[in-house]
């Protein structure tokens, strides 16, 4: 076998008159131009399009509210945001798919950039513009760039820039422009991974709210049975109340059921409006309702009470057995505090606000209108540290206990309420007529049918630190047992307008990341057609025949193929001795006299 030292050939002089054959030129430029600007431009666009397609054709936007009284203020409505109805996580995959291929793009414009960079290299030899030529190393760094389209070839060339500062050649513009190039493509690559991973953190699954108008929905209003809608005095005995010998009666018992919050088609809630608080009649929560907005027509009573205890009762006149109370309006008894008594609340009403005339039986009810209470609270339990200064509270004699007297009104309302998700959004209340005032006022003050849920009302009250607490917590208590002692006289209604909330699961996306993802694609599909277009202007002459030489096997050929690279061929491989089954020779290394190492050529023998 025999052995040479280097390649057996000198560097051709340039040649710039000799054209080669077309039919040993080096084809299938237009090829890979056209190859490169498909794998650049069409993947990007599919992705985007399929992304934005999916996103749009399964957009979910939140159907117009039955009126405005059923708006609700959510996230659904932010303009910054698309919500799909699609799960989160087959949205990010489909957006994935750019930040995976956008890397290897970046290889590809890199091939279309080479047609340039050979056509200034061809056109620098043949003027012999020497500094536009690349040295060894400039040529190898080129090689790589070519080769690898990564970080790792991007990193040799800064080195060479800053590490070589001082020694280094300068740079001539081929290097220059596909470093470039490089950048640009790394860059642009991750700009869409960095894109993507933000819309894959800002899409996330959320619960939407679609409205639309309720069908075949339950009657959650109230109003008066037809025979309710002219009482003119408390004796509603042909409405909701009835006479026999032993008194007054209720003519049903649904009441007693809203009463002790057993009925399934009344309820009395509690409504707040700053300092005021409503008793109001609705339906019991269900879970039909629990998707169901409405307007509604029902009633409600508000009441106010204030200690008079002070005006009432003397105290140094408190006996063991009882306490005697005269108010300076038309109110007087005892209140038994004798061993065995129970707490109890005794109680008058009046025409007007002066308390003057407690005879209301017959007389047409005005509204607001007023009563008065006496309250016994805490038998056997002495007062609370708070009730024990308060002037307006009174201990029992024997065994303690404490003694309220109270002066109040009572105002009914006709009311016209909003209920958006289970919460109440509009409330507006107008006084009712004397229709509604006599039923209320009637019901409650002849049959003391609601009379043990005030007395527990106010037991639990009067654990409170005044006067004021079991006043205000008797109030509140009077209003729900007076509206539903009076239920019996309300007959449901329809809402006046309903709508029905449907949850479903969507995707909410963001658009600023999903703008972001799909600029940064088409900036990538944008820069692979500025390169083809400048390829092909210039892929014309020779600059295909340069550009297929600025590659690694071309450059093995040149240096150990000896002249066969000066044949023309229509493919690099064909530089190759072994292409044509001659057996070209075989590569190793060696180490030289001066001690370094080189490359040998060895020829079979």
């Not at 190859?35 to 069409?42: D, E, G, W």
């Not at 698309?82 to 890199?110: D, G, K, M, N």
């Not at 993507?196 to 109230?222: E, K, M, N, S, Y």
């Amino acid at each position: 076998m025999d052995k040479d030292h280097g390649p057996t050939y000198s560097v051709p002089d340039h040649d710039t008159g000799r054209r080669l054959p077309s039919s040993t030129r080096i084809g299938g430029r237009i090829q890979e131009i056209l190859t490169a600007f498909a794998v650049m431009t069409l993947p990007m666009i599919l992705f985007s399009g399929l992304l934005l397609g999916l996103i749009f054709r399964y957009r979910v936007v939140q159907n117009d509210f039955v009126s405005s009284n059923l708006a609700f203020d959510s996230d659904q409505h932010n303009a910054n945001a698309i919500f799909v109805r699609l799960s989160a996580s087959t949205l990010i995959v489909v957006s994935s798919w750019s930040s995976t291929i956008a890397p290897i793009l970046v290889s590809f414009a890199v091939t279309l950039v080479s047609y340039p960079i050979a056509r200034g290299i061809l056109s620098s030899s043949k003027s012999h513009d020497v500094t536009q030529l690349p040295t060894p190393y400039q040529l190898s760094l080129m090689l790589r760039m070519l080769t690898s389209a990564a970080p790792s070839a991007l990193w040799g060339w800064l080195k060479y820039c800053f590490g070589w500062k001082g020694r280094r050649e300068s740079q001539c513009k081929p290097l220059k422009s596909l470093a470039t190039m490089l950048i640009l493509g790394i860059l642009l690559s991750a700009l869409v991974l960095a894109t993507d991973t933000w819309l894959h953190f800002t899409t996330i699954t959320v619960r939407f709210w679609q409205v639309v108008p309720a069908l075949d929905a339950p009657t959650v209003g109230f109003g008066v049975y037809p025979n309710c809608t002219d009482i003119l005095q408390p004796y509603s005995i042909s409405c909701n109340l009835n006479n026999p010998a032993s008194g007054m009666v209720l003519l049903q018992n649904d009441p007693v059921k809203v009463l002790s919050n057993v009925s399934d088609s009344m309820l009395v809630q509690i409504h707040t409006v700053g300092a005021n608080h409503y008793a109001y009649m609705t339906r019991p929560k269900s879970v039909q309702l629990d998707s169901l907005d409405y307007t509604a027509k029902t009633y409600a009573i508000q009441s106010y009470c204030t200690p008079v205890t002070s005006q009432c009762i003397n105290p140094e006149n408190v006996a063991g057995v009882s306490t005697p109370y005269k108010c300076p309006f038309a109110f007087e008894g005892k209140v038994n505090t004798a061993v065995g008594a129970q707490n109890s609340v005794a109680m008058a009403y009046f025409t007007d606000s002066s308390g003057q005339d407690n005879s209301t039986s017959g007389e047409n009810t005005n509204n607001p209108y007023y009563y008065a209470a006496m309250v016994l609270v805490n038998m056997r339990n002495p007062r609370t540290a708070g009730q024990s200064s308060d002037p307006e509270v009174v201990e029992g004699g024997h065994g303690g206990a404490t003694i309220v007297g109270l002066f109040c009104n009572a105002t009914t309302y006709d009311v016209e309420y909003s209920s958006v998700n289970g919460t109440i959004t509009r409330f507006v209340t107008y006084p009712s007529n004397s229709s509604i005032t006599n039923i209320v006022q009637g019901t409650q003050a002849l049959t003391d049918v609601g009379k043990a849920n005030l007395v527990q009302a106010a037991s639990v009250a009067g654990l409170g630190q005044s006067a004021q607490d079991i006043s205000d917590a008797f109030a509140l208590s009077y209003s729900q047992t007076a509206l539903a002692a009076a239920s019996g006289a309300f007959e449901p209604r329809d809402a006046l307008e309903m709508q029905s909330r449907n949850e479903i699961l969507v995707a909410r996306v963001p658009k600023a990341p999903l703008m972001a993802l799909v600029i940064a694609n088409l900036l990538l599909v944008l820069l692979g057609i500025i390169l083809t277009i400048i390829a092909l202007l210039v892929v014309q002459g020779e600059t295909g025949e340069v550009q297929a030489r600025l590659s690694i096997p071309a450059v093995m050929a040149a240096y150990l193929e000896g002249d066969r690279v000066r044949v023309p061929v229509k493919d690099v491989e064909d530089m190759f001795e072994e292409r044509r089954g001659n057996g070209g020779p075989r590569i190793g290394l060696s180490k030289s006299q001066e001690g370094g190492w080189s490359f040998g050529i060895w020829r079979l023998s």
